[in-house]
């Protein structure tokens, strides 16, 4: 297996997109247009793009000790459902924020962690690896009214990115953006400690990564579907 099809395979089983009736979401994937990644196709996650650089398949089958950077939320849209206004209650606070961000280290340390296959550090400097990751929007699928009409959780999706990089050079080895859908998606509008929806959609997401990592790693047995890569046009050319 070459090793951009080899990449693509771990954010292939890492990033499971949602199927959902709700109408494309706008955005700029990572990396998009650069020619120097490849973009995969026919493949479960929205978008997936994997860096064209041999030199990394020593550095990748050795990583054990990963670094979590904190989740960044700085950019999360809020998309609502076609007609209906902006709601000022999806706003994340600092305190809610604090909240968030402890959750998805805590999910995805106990994922990585998981009949040690990996060590989460807490220190960068002490990583093989780095994991960053960024909430790009929540996608509610009614309104808040009709949320709590039906028993005020409400069904709805969070659209996530991930890069994987390697932290002696800074370099970004693959970028994923995927979507994943809660049947409790007020979870990210009334934020607190409890164990809830927000919780189960990150334990998901280190799962199926710390799945990947070692089906990569050839430490665990498991054929992810086949997935195909092009290289992606330089700006301007079809």
Known sequence: MTQPRLFAAL???ATVAACSTQDTVSYTAPEQ???EFFKARDSMADEVYVADDMSKREWFDGIRRVYIAPLNLSRMQIIQPHGVEDDEEWEIDDIEQTVVVKTFLNEMTVALEADQAFHVVTNREHAQAVLA???IAV?????RTQAQAEGGRGKGAVTMSFALVDPSDSTVVIRAIDTKSTDDISALEFIREDRDAIDVLFESWGHQLRRSLLFVQGRL?????PILLKRQPQEGVL
Do not use: C, M
């Open 11 to 13: 954010f292939l089983a």
């Open 33 to 35: 247009g650069d020619p």
């Open 133 to 135: 990751a960024r909430v």
């Open 139 to 143: 996608h509610p699928y009614r309104s």
């Open 221 to 225: 047995d498991a054929v992810p579907t």
